[in-house]
């Protein structure tokens, strides 16, 4: 039956034995093996009672399986929800009550503590060496499956951004979301079945999962698979790959490796950075030291990528380059949504195929954030050179980006709040050579409470992911505020801006 998206990636399959996934220690899994083991997980989730539109919860380690659990969705016609593998049990609680998964596929480790939240959904593990019940009941099943028919607006996947008020929200992206950003990728950066990208990214996210994988899959390109970001490994495996798609802490920190150099990189074809900003001396310093210039794209989780620089041209550093093909960008005034001139700083707003579908059950905040003329308001601040590339100059919600993920303020502080003996906190992003940001608590404590440093980072370790426990906390008499009561955060980004080097 027609899948869109899969559909679309079965049209550009190389031959059945070409390699998908190439593991660092040489196994891989081939097209065909691809085309097989997709089918049998879409098979196993079918048996396991998920119907097209159910939604399947994923809190998994990365592995080839869990990227076949994401095809086998597809192709079963289920909507595919990973989850940051970080996330704790009182974080996954509330994506479960929200999204009602029908099936929940995790570590083995966190099997019990899920079915205790898991509100009827059936439960199965796969564990990071891509095992568990689920392949095992998977293997059993004959490795062709009838695709379920979905069409271009069906949902394929939802992925759950951090919310300011402390509430995710789940953005909703339909079969041709996916496949139309990912064949503009594919045309733009010039991907060929020739190509082997150095991936190790997480598969939770929209860069690993969206942009590279689907990349890669539209191509019928290669990819080695890397559990995780390892500067030696990356250089180990380099002269395999042609190239490698990071967000700009894996180049800051190649940069610290003295492996990379002109030589070692003269094969690559092409370096991909997103999911915070890179800054341009990092750009210039990848140029001087390997000869080549960093392509910066910009994109979200709500609307896969929406500006890239060019591939032929000039890739300015500082800037996310232009509007891909298909995508309409413009600036507004963000208090009255009217179009700015070139150069004027704004709100960017984006519109195209890309973008999303609209929050899940949360028909007002979908509405909130789009323009009447269909403009999605990105949060962003940013503007539009003569040239017409796209600057991104800061962000509208104090969002701290550490190592590429997001973390909202608001959620960290609500936690530090709750705590017995806290008065109020801030939670702020301070430059941060490896990270970007480092995530910084300034809090309020009572008169004799005995909460230091320490005892509020180890509170903090069961509440929240690591990514988003502060690095730093510091103890203060009070907050600084505006004559209108608010908090000045820029005042303190300013007061501890030498924090972390
Ligand atoms: P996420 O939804 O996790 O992908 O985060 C999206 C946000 O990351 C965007 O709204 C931007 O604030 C930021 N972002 C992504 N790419 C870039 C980039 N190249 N430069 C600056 N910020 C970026």
């Known amino acids: 039956m027609p899948n869109h998206l899969f559909d679309a990636i079965r049209a550009r399959m190389p031959e059945p034995d070409r390699p998908f996934i190439i593991h660092p220690d040489g196994r891989m899994l081939s097209y065909g093996g691809l085309d097989a083991l997709s089918a049998q997980m879409a098979g196993a989730l079918v048996a396991a009672g998920v119907r097209p539109g159910d939604r399947v919860a994923v809190q998994v380690e990365k592995s080839a399986s869990a990227l076949m659990l994401y095809l086998g969705c597809v192709r079963a016609g289920a909507v595919f929800l990973p989850l940051n ?51 095992q009941k998977a293997s059993a099943l004959p490795p062709a499956f009838v695709d379920v028919e979905r069409g271009a607006d069906d949902l394929a ?61 539209m191509a019928g390109s290669s990819m080695i698979f890397l559990p995780k970001f390892d500067p030696n490994q990356m250089m180990a495996l380099m002269p395999r790959a042609t190239c490698m798609m990071g967000v700009p802490t894996f180049y800051v920190r190649l940069l610290d490796h003295a492996g990379l150099t002109r030589a070692a990189t003269a094969h690559m074809r092409l370096f991909v950075s997103g999911s915070a900003p890179l800054l341009a001396d990092t750009h210039r310093a990848w140029s001087d030291r390997t000869g080549h210039a960093i392509l910066e794209r910009y994109g979200m989780t709500e609307t896969n990528m929406n500006t890239s620089n060019p591939y032929d041209g000039d890739r300015v550093a500082g800037t996310v380059g232009f509007p891909l093909p298909g995508v309409a960008a413009r600036v507004t005034d963000p208090e009255t949504g009217k179009p700015l001139p070139a150069d004027e700083i704004g709100m960017i707003e984006v519109k195209g195929p890309n973008v999303f579908k609209g929050y899940w059950r949360n028909p007002e905040k979908t509405t909130a954030e789009f323009r009447p003329d269909g403009f999605f308001i990105t949060g962003d601040l940013g503007k539009i050179d003569a040239r017409g590339y796209v600057h991104i100059v800061g962000r509208g919600k104090d969002l701290i980006i ?99 080097g």
């Open 157 to 217: 996947a939802i992925l759950y951004t951090s919310g300011t008020t402390g509430r995710s929200k789940g953005a909703m992206l339909s079969h041709d979301n996916l496949a139309s950003n990912a064949l503009t990728l594919v045309d733009v950066w010039r991907f060929t079945p020739s190509d082997v990208l150095l991936h190790a990214l997480p598969i939770f996210h929209t860069h690993g999962l969206f942009v590279a994988s689907n990349v890669t899959l």
């Open 85 to 135: 593998s970080a996330y704790t049990l009182a974080e996954l609680d509330y994506f479960i009550g929200d999204a009602e998964p029908a099936l929940i596929v995790c570590d083995p480790g966190k099997r019990e503590g899920l079915a205790a939240i898991a509100r009827g959904a059936a439960v199965e593990t796969l564990d990071a060496a891509g095992e568990g019940s689920l392949l």
């Open 402 to 500: 550490t190592g590429g993920y997001n973390v909202y303020p608001k959620e960290v502080e609500s936690e530090i709040d709750a705590m017995p003996g806290v008065i109020e906190s801030a939670v702020i992003g301070l430059p941060h050579k490896d990270f970007g940001e480092g995530v910084t608590a300034v809090v309020v404590v009572a008169k004799g409470a005995a909460l230091d440093e320490a005892a509020i980072i180890t509170a903090l370790e069961v509440r929240l992911a690591r990514f988003k426990q502060p690095k730093r906390v510091f103890i203060v008499d009070d907050l600084p505020r505006n004559t209108m009561g608010k908090v000045q955060k820029n005042v303190l980004r300013d007061m501890y801006r030498g924090t972390f």
